[in-house]
């Protein structure tokens, strides 16, 4: 199992009590998988989204990454060498190009990374859709779906196993949402990544290998 939830608990603090969001919340996930986390507005998607991206902590319980609890391996170092992240808002640096944003990982990871960051940072984004005119653009002058395929590029730049998103779709139309989901179907398919998207889209969910329903603190598993 590549990322495992293990009795996962995680509460607000209001005043004298708590208020649980997740409640011994148990998942697994793998790779050559595509999972959708679906629940309502406010159930907590990106609460455990969150805890799986090592951006906060579980009160109680573990995440782990191939049976090593992501506490242990330490977070910086999960969060820069083992997951990509991608966000519904994009994200990306205003100041640099679209090219430049996929190197910036690429700096800051201590994975390995061929020599030619440049060529293989222009080959990702021409894999995901973004030719070399647009991947020299500033990002603002990309749409909104190229400003979200960027993203994704700049996700898989340190060549993780494990893609995660929030809400990737919610700024984009039906056609642009249809062809991002596209994408993560065949990262997962063709690839052999581990592609976990919060969603509250039943359409986004249903083309999911797999998808786990957050209610009320409780997450159920449809196997
Ligand atoms: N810092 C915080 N302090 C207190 N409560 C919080 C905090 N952050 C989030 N919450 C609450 O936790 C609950 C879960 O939030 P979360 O953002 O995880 O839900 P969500 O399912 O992702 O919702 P949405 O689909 O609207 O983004 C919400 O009721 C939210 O108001």
Known sequence: MLLEAKEVNYYYQDGESRRY????????????KFYAILGQSGSGKTTFLSLL???????????????VNIKQLGYEKYRRNKIGIIFQAYNLVPTLTAVENVLVPMSITENEIPADRKTV??????????????????????????????????????????ILADEPTGNLDEEMEQEIVDIFKKLAHEHDKCVIVVTHSNEIAQQ????????????EVDE
């Open 21 to 32: 969001i997740l409640k011994d919340t148990n998942a697994k996930f793998e790779n050559g």
């Open 208 to 219: 999911a290998d797999h998808i786990l329903r957050l209610k009320k603190g409780i997450l």
């Open 53 to 67: 991206s090592a951006l906060d902590s579980p009160k109680s319980g573990e995440i782990l990454l191939n049976d």
């Open 121 to 162: 940072a222009y080959n990702l984004l021409d894999y995901i859709g973004i030719g070399k005119s647009k991947a020299d653009r500033f990002v603002n002058a990309l749409s909104g779906g190229e400003q979200q395929r960027v993203a994704i590029a700049r996700a898989l730049a340190t060549n993780v196993e494990l």
